[in-house]
């Protein structure tokens, strides 16, 4: 969800540079012309950065080009709606993250599209856990510490997010509705400017994706009480999981290719075979894990697996957003 401007553009550059092994002949499935990667995210965020990784490392495994177009917008809407009226040829293709699955709940009648019934899933990218930052003069050494405090706080402590509905958003409340604690929310227009009020005091707390959040934690600026994944992840793996205090957490965003409703199902089949050999790449690999982000097994993300995953997603977030009482702004 996060679209600021990461240092990961140079090293994702220099990967893109290897050079590849030639694409095999023009299977039957494929389209006849460049693949577009539709992001629906400014140039630069993470979630760009796993996409131009990925699509280099398609391109060598299709005989067409896969070329990332950053379409970004209106909440991740423009791009989406672009790929929802796109030709069901598999020439665009959707790379969302876990705000495909809170569009409903957020916008309502007011969407221009169906996230259930527009897309077909075609993989399952990465998962990507978030960890909980606090300011390095926090009084609060572990996460029981931090729930006791926001417990006991009269007025509730304040927490900063990306902006109303996102992941970092939605975490914190999950927390809320999981532990029965307090915290105010206030909204910043992406993470940059909320992770600068942690750092001078102006908020308590902030959830941030691995993916730019471990840095600042690496580095001692700020201090991780945890992680939001089902294990630990390998990018701060001495940081516990909130799991561990608080049984059965997970907030997590996460990367999906979508195609528009209707793609033919061999097409589906065979673009979701391709990434799966793309993500297969140790090289690859290497690179995903360095950002935080959690590849699937193979049998997780099948098209199959990819939309009972997004269903569930849907669902969970659905309830928090209810629940909570969360409108678009």
């Given at each position: ?47 760009d950065?796993?996409?131009r ?72 990218v ?115 999981t909130l ?22 199902p ?15 790449d ?48």
């Open positions: 969800m996060t679209t600021r401007r990461i240092i990961l553009a140079a090293p994702a550059l220099a990967f893109a540079g290897r050079a590849f092994a030639q694409p095999a002949a023009q299977p039957t499935w494929a389209p006849d012309r460049p693949i577009r990667l539709i992001v629906p995210y400014a140039a630069g965020g993470p979630t950065v796993v996409a990784l990925l699509a280099e490392r398609l391109s060598a495994e299709l005989p067409q080009r896969v070329l990332v177009e950053n379409r970004a917008g209106g909440g991740a809407m423009i791009g989406t709606e672009a790929v929802a009226h796109a030709p069901k040829d598999g020439s665009a293709l959707l790379f969302t993250t876990v705000v495909h699955a809170v569009h409903r709940a957020l916008q309502g009648a007011r969407l221009p599209f169906d996230p259930a019934v527009d897309f077909a899933p075609v993989a399952l990465g998962v990507v856990p978030m960890v909980l930052l606090v300011g390095p003069r926090a009084p609060w050494a572990d996460m029981p510490a931090l729930l006791a405090a926001l417990r006991a706080a009269n007025p509730p402590l304040a927490y900063g997010s990306s902006g109303t509905g996102g992941s970092s958003h939605l975490g914190v409340e999950l927390l809320k509705s999981m532990t029965g604690v307090q915290a105010e929310h206030i909204p910043y227009r992406g993470t940059a400017p909320a992770l600068q009020d942690l750092l001078g005091g102006r908020i308590s707390l902030l959830m941030d994706s691995v993916a730019t959040g471990a840095a600042p934690v690496r580095a001692g600026t700020l201090r991780g009480l945890a992680t939001t994944g089902a294990a630990r992840s390998p990018a701060l793996p001495e940081v516990p799991a561990e205090t608080v049984p059965g957490f997970v907030a997590t965003t996460w990367n999906a290719i979508l195609a528009p409703a209707g793609t033919p061999a097409t589906v089949a065979g673009l979701s075979a391709a990434i799966g050999r793309a993500l297969s140790p090289a690859l690999a290497e690179r995903l894990a360095g950002l935080g982000v959690d590849v699937p097994p193979p049998e997780g993300r099948t098209p199959e697996a990819t939309a009972s995953f997004i269903s569930a997603e849907t669902a969970k977030w659905t309830r928090v957003i209810e629940t909570a009482g969360i409108k678009a702004e």
